[in-house]
């Protein structure tokens, strides 16, 4: 029996939802990130690097939210090579972040701060 072949997956593409795609744009390419499309007036897709997130147009905000803020998860990580500088760049830009660079046990350097909808964005330096 011929077999067929095997499809390969090349990666994965996140969604992210808001109530005011606009804003949240531009929030995500204040960061220096770039808008890669717009679909109508409900979504877009934002690169970062060689990947990309999407934002959806919703009506109501996105109930995972607070689940994620009181559990300090997050929704988005960006790994970054320089977190310091990664940091003080945001703060330039008026971005505060919601705690100060800190190490983790597995040491890594991080921060996070919130978007314009409240999701937890996290940027990592890993040290490998």
Known sequence: MPTSPTAVVTGVITQI????????????????????F????????IKVGDQQFHLKLVDDKDPSIEF???GD????YFPTDDVESKA??????????????NTTEWGS????????????LYFA????
């Open 88 to 101: 003080a760049e945001l703060r330039n830009k008026g971005i505060t972040p919601r705690n100060g660079i």
């Open 38 to 45: 717009r679909f109508q007036d409900f979504y877009a897709g």
């Open 109 to 120: 350097k991080e921060f996070s701060i919130t978007d314009n909808q409240g999701h937890i």
């Open 17 to 36: 939802r808001t109530t005011d795609i606009e804003e949240s744009i531009g929030f995500y390419t204040s960061l220096g990130f770039k808008l890669e």
């Open 73 to 76: 998860h997050f929704h988005l």
């Open 125 to 128: 330096e890993n040290s490998d």
């Open 68 to 70: 994620v803020s009181e």
